[in-house]
């Protein structure tokens, strides 16, 4: 499979790369592909599913509170808006592909609201199935080869390791903090105080600091960070500039987008823009 516009030449490491690639065939899914070896993710969050596989090397990232490995073979099935990391476990790092969905996508396709009980799943013979059919989906030449093998693939995965959300995965004290999650979405673009938050939720400062660590496994300030970079990534997938997303997304300037970004994504909003076909001038030009 290859790589164009990757963002090799961005790493220290030779061998490093990061792809994005966007499709035309099927909304709400992003293809991405990448080899890591010195770069280590800080937490940060996808708005939609995060389903990939290990191809080669060993994978170690913190999901929910626990550090897990992942080797080559495993699955990796990460749900909506949980914050998460990664980084190599070994010197030789780790190659993988994954597909980000959004949720509505994902719901239309499963009929539920789907959810993944385990983040990391060895399973050789499902994570070969996913890399075969990944690198079909990334040069499928229309809609008609690229939903097909999606919906297969997807299927197979969610049919194994897939379940139905309900109510069941809303722990109370986690359904008590969506106010503070919703205050945090409509002001993203504005200065965020510990006050106002722990307001939110009824709670004293360090007591919310606490609570909200505990539920979600990254720091308030962590998660705000995450947010604005997954705020600022959907506006630039829409043509935005660097300098205006780092504004709605209420970063200081385009250089602190830069870092928190390429922290986050593994590229820069200007090379994440090049592999997707969103550049402004791009667009201009059209």
Not at 218 to 227: E, G, L, M
Request: some cysteine; hydrophobic content about 40%; charged content about 20%.
């Amino acid at each position: 499979m290859a790589h164009p516009q990757s963002s090799a030449a961005m790493f220290d490491h030779p061998s490093e790369f990061v792809t994005f690639k966007a499709t035309p065939h099927l909304p709400g899914v992003e293809l991405y592909s990448a080899r890591l070896v010195d770069h280590a993710f800080a937490p940060h969050v996808h708005d939609g599913y995060s389903l990939g596989a290990i191809e080669a090397g060993v994978e170690r990232f913190r999901y929910q509170g626990s550090e897990h490995l992942a080797p080559a073979g495993t699955l990796v099935l990460l749900n909506p808006d949980e914050p998460h990391t990664g980084q190599a476990e070994v010197d030789a790092g780790w190659t993988y592909q994954m597909l980000y969905i959004e949720p509505g996508t994902m719901r239309t396709l499963t009929g539920s609201e789907t959810f993944f009980r385990d983040a990391a799943v060895h399973d050789p013979k499902l994570a070969a199935a996913f890399r075969h059919v990944f690198r079909q989906m990334w040069a499928a030449p229309d809609d008609l080869a690229f939903v097909s093998g999606f919906t297969q693939l997807v299927d197979a995965v969610a049919a194994r390791y897939g379940s139905d959300a309900g109510e069941a995965c809303r722990t109370p004290r986690r359904a008590a903090l969506q106010r503070v999650l919703d205050c945090i979405e409509a002001h993203l673009d504005e200065a965020l105080s510990v006050e106002t938050l722990a307001a939110e939720a009824g709670l004293s400062v360090f007591h919310f600091v606490r609570t909200f660590a505990a539920t979600f496994h990254v720091t308030p300030h962590q998660y705000v960070q995450a947010r604005r970079a997954t705020r600022a990534k959907q506006l630039l997938a829409r043509h935005a500039t660097p300098s205006d997303a780092a504004a709605a997304a209420g970063l200081t300037d385009q250089s602190h987008l830069n870092r928190w970004f390429k922290r986050a994504y593994g590229v820069t909003p200007a090379q994440y823009q090049q592999q997707i076909g969103t550049r402004p001038q791009a667009a201009a030009r059209r």
